[in-house]
């Protein structure tokens, strides 16, 4: 398995995105003519305390889109509040989103 990326190298791909964010196919979000939608098989979102970087990378990803799909949260939800907390951040009228869960599946529900 890969590495994390170091700061400076999370510096360098967020400013790339700033400038040229079309290239890397970021949704124009806003547009009123069609729904923009966003679907995420993520491992484990629930363990996101070291990993406040790329939540808010993901989040920048997910204030375009009108609906988010999220696989494999887990049962804990923090992780996915504060994805939520993070879009709402930058979208202009905050709290635009919100969450629908459903219950726990898999081979063994519930464990």
Avoid: H
């Amino acid at each position: 398995m890969a590495g994390r990326f170091s700061k400076s190298e999370w510096d360098k791909i967020e400013a790339e995105l700033l400038k040229k964010p079309d290239d890397y196919g970021l949704p124009d979000g806003g547009r009123e003519e069609s729904v923009v939608l966003g679907s995420f098989n993520i491992r484990k979102l629930s363990r996101f305390t070291s990993r406040e970087r790329e939540q808010k990378f993901m989040a920048r990803f997910c204030a375009r889109c009108d609906l988010i799909a999220i696989q494999e949260v887990q049962d804990n939800l923090d992780g996915l509040r504060y994805l939520k907390q993070c879009v709402d951040e930058r979208v202009s009228g905050g709290g635009e989103y919100d969450l629908v869960v459903s219950d726990v599946t898999g081979k063994t529900p519930g464990e």
